[in-house]
């Protein structure tokens, strides 16, 4: 499909294991952000890239959390020293970036990665 | 911390009914957009609204702006049992690309 794809759909981790959940964009899609979701709860930002530089991470919790985007692309985000407050959905969403539209775009959605800390 | 509120919280309808949501939100906006998830699911967008536009529509979507009084409001008309989901606005700020979204309004419409 030619939809965001994230992988897995679901993680299951121990306390104090590391993590990491990817993001496929759509092709093409300069921007892409990382959100959390709780449950019950709106997505919180977490962080964004603008191709390969992360313009903002200011949502990220702690400095536990890691997130990169080497070339542009595919996007992993890193949990280390999990805890049991980390447990949510983590979704990633990317839109394109047009010259007049600039950031008016609506983002696009992946089925997000479950992760489940014990 | 969200910027958003959204009410009520839950709604329950029947097939047929229309259906409308409001959201509340505190800082100045860019835009502001409404967004489907269904359970277990990734968010769908539906409309986006634009500061400086006070209505707009889209099929059985109509959504307002009242930028004074900082709320929009998302109405579905003539709803149907596909469209039980939870529903969340969200707004982007004058600078930056982030979204801020609201704590969701859960629709359920009974066929």
């Known amino acids: 499909g030619a939809g965001v794809s994230q992988s897995p759909r679901y993680k299951v981790a121990k306390r104090g294991q590391d993590v990491a959940l990817r993001c496929d964009p759509i092709?093409?899609?300069?921007?892409l952000f990382w959100y959390q979701q709780a449950l019950g709860q709106g997505p919180e930002f977490l962080t964004y890239?603008?191709?390969?530089?992360?313009?903002?991470k200011s949502g990220l919790p702690s400095d536990r959390f890691f997130a990169e985007r080497p070339e542009g692309s595919v996007s992993t985000l890193k949990i280390q020293r999990t805890q049991q407050e980390d447990s949510a959905v983590y979704l990633c969403?990317?839109?394109?970036?047009?010259?007049?539209?600039?950031?008016?775009?609506?983002?696009?959605f992946g089925d997000g990665t479950r992760l489940s800390i014990l | 911390s969200q910027q958003g509120e959204e009410d009520p919280q839950a709604l329950s309808i029947q097939e047929g009914e229309n259906a409308t949501m409001n959201c509340s939100y505190k800082?100045?906006?860019?835009?502001l957009q409404w967004y489907r998830q269904n359970s277990g699911r990734g968010l769908v967008h539906l409309i986006l609204?634009?500061?400086?536009?006070r209505e707009k529509h889209s099929g059985r979507l109509r959504v307002t702006l009242d930028t004074s009084k900082k709320s929009s409001s998302l109405l579905i008309t003539a709803s149907r049992a596909a469209d039980t989901a939870s529903y969340f606005c969200?707004?982007?700020?004058?600078?930056?690309?982030?979204?801020?979204f609201g704590a969701g309004t859960i629709l359920r419409v009974k066929s």
């Open positions: 609204i634009r500061s400086n536009e």
């Open positions: 800082t100045s906006i860019n835009n």
């Open positions: 969403a990317s839109s394109p970036w047009t010259r007049t539209g600039g950031g008016n775009q609506p983002q696009h």
């Open positions: 969200a707004t982007r700020r004058e600078y930056g690309n982030k979204l801020v």
């Open positions: 092709s093409g899609h300069v921007s």
């Open positions: 890239f603008q191709n390969e530089a992360q313009l903002d």
